[in-house]
């Protein structure tokens, strides 16, 4: 029997090795703060970066820890659409949940046909983040079709 057994102790270690962690990227400073804890809440690491430049490197220094990228589309100096960019060409595996208070629907079909795990409307709430998370969490990229499923609108009038 005996080598099959693991203790609490050994699983909470487990655990913690396997802890997920999401890279956070919002140019406000209230979202980046209320982001992380929603991640807490759910159990995730909560890595952030003010902006897009930030995000390339510590997704370049943590990339085997990241599990996601919730990524703002309106920053200074590089924008999510170049942030989104380029983190594909970094790593075209990535998962990442574009989140955005206006999102025109070309810009959504065109980041949806480049591969968008998903679409969160700001502003959000534990539960719509909560879903949005754990639905770009299990986004394939041999599905397309994941990516459209949100509920979130379009906020273009």
């Known amino acids: 029997m005996g080598g099959d057994t693991v203790t609490v102790g050994e ?11 999401i890279l956070l990227v919002d140019d406000e400073q209230r979202c980046l703060m209320a982001g992380e804890r929603l991640l807490g809440l759910m159990g995730y690491e909560g890595i952030l970066a003010a902006d897009g ?3 390339l ?14 990524l703002d589309l309106i920053m200074p100096f590089m924008d ?3 942030t989104f960019r380029q983190l594909k060409a970094i790593d075209p595996e990535v998962r990442i949940l574009i989140a955005s208070g206006y999102l025109k629907s070309d810009q959504r079909d065109a980041l949806s046909l480049a591969g968008a795990a998903g ?4 502003p959000y709430d534990y539960e719509m983040f909560d879903a949005e998370v754990r639905r770009a969490m ?5 599905s397309p079709a994941a990516a459209g ?5 379009d906020t273009t009038s």
């Open 138 to 142: 299990a986004f394939s990229l041999g």
């Open 53 to 55: 430049q930030t995000a």
């Open 11 to 21: 699983q909470a270690t487990r655990q913690e090795q396997q802890r997920r962690a």
């Open 57 to 70: 490197e510590r997704y370049r220094q943590r990339r085997g820890e990241i599990d996601l990228v919730i």
């Open 149 to 153: 499923s949100s509920d979130s609108t």
């Open 80 to 82: 999510g659409v170049e």
């Open 119 to 122: 679409f969160l409307q700001k």
